[in-house]
């Protein structure tokens, strides 16, 4: 990635101190080292939510043809001029069209085709009476509800004037041949697939989502569900960045409880490789954690460790495995998370083309009193009320607290500049579910 290893500056009485980065330096270079992926043809149903990379025109009309919008009757304007129920137009039924129709019956004067909703108009018909301004075939001269069963020769009543066009769909009146219906940037929602198909586009070029996959390590791990013995937890980390990763667009593989064990950890991996863009790992990259993480990453010689300026979050990991970009995020379910937000998200973004790669920020006021450790950006989590613009924070700083993790929508942002934010001070906000 970007090379830089873990460099180290002086003071002049207590000797090396390790370099710390800030989050806006991390994130810029963790950035500067993936681009969006390749654009590539998928099946429909398989680009649903990318963005599409081509204008997509219109090779014909839609509809394709006149058709009927009512189930009714094809006929000549002419032939119902002055109709009502007394006196109705009584027209010679030639033919029933059934939607699909090839073959189409000629409608001449006198005359009227059976059509059904979404049939194409025949040869001589003008307009369509519905079922409902005819007796339906029936010869009771009432009003019908439904049309009755072709019979040869029969007759059909039309107890009212039917309008030059009325009824029908015409060619083209949704797209035109050789219109754009769909830009460059659109992503793919339910209605933009169904029109793709509907003007008969069978594959479409899309940005593709990338392939995430989520990695947690740590021999205490034990997969929900599974019996827990003392001193194993569940691991809660790989669902959290899985979910994560899919919120933000990607296909996410969950690869669940790695153990500290190098040759395990180096296995998984190499077998992980050949189905991901991305490598997202939990855990043993803190200062004093079992150092199999960082050992194996080491091993493929491109992989940075860096303290950030932040809290929770501090210890991370990024570089490149087997051509595969990496990061490595702190096991601690908060920490992780929010690392994640930080900086997964904005690379996940980033690979899928979207412009929107980061969370949104707001303002809002704190009504409490806040604290945070000199030179580190705080991340608390908190409840953000749109409606006062008021920002409450949600638990405590630890960042083992699932439990306020999920009732938070927001984090809270301290600069690291500041020590102690007086309540009903304004804050800074990232919005965790827009
Ligand atoms: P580590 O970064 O590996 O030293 O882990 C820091 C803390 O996070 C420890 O208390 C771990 O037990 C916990 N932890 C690590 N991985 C996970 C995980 N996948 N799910 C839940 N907690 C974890
Ligand atoms: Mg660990």
Redesign the pocket.
């Known amino acids: 990635m970007t090379g830089s290893t873990q460099s180290s500056c002086c003071t002049e009485d207590e000797g090396p101190v390790p370099r710390m980065w800030t989050v806006g330096e991390h994130l810029a270079d963790v950035l500067a080292a993936v681009a969006p992926l390749p654009a590539i043809e998928l099946q429909l149903l398989d680009a649903q939510g990318c963005r599409l990379d081509e204008d997509v025109v219109a090779t014909g009309d839609l509809p394709p043809f006149d058709n009927s919008s009512m189930d009714g009757y094809a006929l000549r304007t002419a032939d119902t001029t002055g109709a009502d129920e007394r006196y109705p137009s009584v027209l010679t039924v030639v033919g029933d069209i059934a939607a699909g129709a090839g073959e189409l019956p000629k409608v001449g004067p006198g005359q009227a085709a059976r059509i059904m909703t979404g049939a194409p108009m025949p040869p001589g018909a003008e307009a369509v009476a519905p079922v409902e301004w005819t007796d339906g075939g029936t010869g009771s001269g009432k009003a019908a509800d439904s049309m009755g069963a072709p019979v040869e020769g029969e007759e059909v009543r039309v107890l009212r004037p039917v309008a030059q066009g009325a009824h029908i769909r015409r060619r083209g009146s949704d797209i035109t041949a050789g219109a754009e219906v769909l830009g460059a940037g659109t992503v793919l929602g339910p209605a933009q697939l169904g029109l793709l198909a509907a003007i008969g586009r069978g594959t479409v070029r899309v940005r593709p989502r990338p392939r995430v996959v989520v990695l947690?390590?740590?021999s205490?791990?034990v997969q929900p569900g599974d019996p827990i013995g003392p001193g194993q937890?569940?691991?809660?980390?790989?669902f959290t960045l899985t979910a994560a990763a899919r919120d933000a667009g990607a296909i996410a593989y969950r690869v669940g409880?790695v153990p500290d064990d190098a040759a395990v950890l180096r296995a998984v991996l190499e077998d992980q490789l050949g189905r991901a863009d991305l490598i997202v790992t939990?855990?043993?990259?803190?200062v004093g954690?079992?150092d199999v993480?960082k050992e194996v990453f080491d091993s493929y010689g491109n992989v940075d460790f860096r303290r950030l300026r932040m809290q929770p979050g501090k210890?991370q990991g990024f570089g490149r495995i087997g051509g595969v970009p990496l990061l490595a995020l702190?096991?601690?379910?908060v920490s992780?998370y929010i690392s994640f937000e930080l900086f997964v998200r904005p690379v996940i973004r980033t690979m899928l083309g979207a412009p929107d790669i980061h969370r949104p920020v707001v303002r809002a006021v704190c009504r409490a009193a806040l604290r945070s450790p000199a030179g580190r950006r705080q991340f608390l989590r908190g409840w953000y009320s749109s409606s006062d613009g008021e920002v409450t924070p949600i638990g405590g700083e630890g960042s083992?607290l699932v439990g306020a993790l999920a009732k938070a929508n927001c984090l809270i942002v301290v600069p690291e500049d500041e020590t102690d934010v007086a309540a009903d001070s304004t804050v800074d906000v990232v919005l965790l579910t827009a």
């Open positions: 947690s390590t740590g205490e791990l937890i569940s691991d809660s980390n790989s409880g939990s855990g043993g990259v803190s954690a079992y993480v210890p702190p096991g601690n379910p992780s083992h």
